[in-house]
C-alpha cells in the first residue's frame, strides 16, 4: 500500500524532455534535454539540493509551446524556453527559496 508523506523540496522543477523524432513538436527535439542538464548543474552547484529537485518529465501535452518548464507546488509553467531562459528560472527558483525561507522563520 503507497504511503503519503509531505514533499521533502521547496521547489520541484520539471522539464519535459519527450521526444516524438521530429513527427511532431516536441520540447525534446529542442532543446528540453540540454536544459534539464543545465538546470541540474546550476541547482548543484548554487547548494540548492537539499530543497530543490530538477527532473525530466514526459509529455506535459503542450507540446506546441515547447519546451516546458514547470515549478511546483508554485504552478508556474515557462513554455517556448530556451538555454537563454535558465538565468530566470533560478531567479524564479531563489525567490521561492527566499520567500520560504522567510516563512520558516516566522513560525
Not at 12 to 24: A, K, Q
Not at 27 to 40: M, N, S
Not at 52 to 62: A, E, N, P
Not at 91 to 99: A, K
Request: glycine share 8%; with cysteine; proline share 3%.
Amino acid at each position: 500500500m503507497a504511503r503519503k508523506s509531505s514533499t521533502p523540496y521547496v521547489c520541484h522543477i520539471f522539464i519535459c524532455t519527450f521526444d516524438r523524432n521530429g513527427e511532431r513538436k516536441s520540447c525534446g527535439d529542442e532543446e528540453g534535454v540540454e536544459l534539464r542538464a543545465v538546470l541540474k548543474t546550476e541547482v548543484g552547484a548554487r547548494g540548492w539540493k537539499k530543497w530543490v529537485r530538477v527532473s525530466q518529465s514526459g509529455c506535459l501535452g503542450k507540446c506546441q509551446d515547447g519546451p516546458n518548464v514547470m515549478i511546483y507546488p508554485q504552478q508556474i509553467w515557462y513554455s517556448h524556453t530556451s538555454l537563454d531562459d535558465v538565468e530566470e528560472i533560478l531567479s524564479q527558483v531563489e525567490q521561492i527559496l527566499m520567500e520560504s525561507a522567510q516563512g520558516f522563520a516566522a513560525t
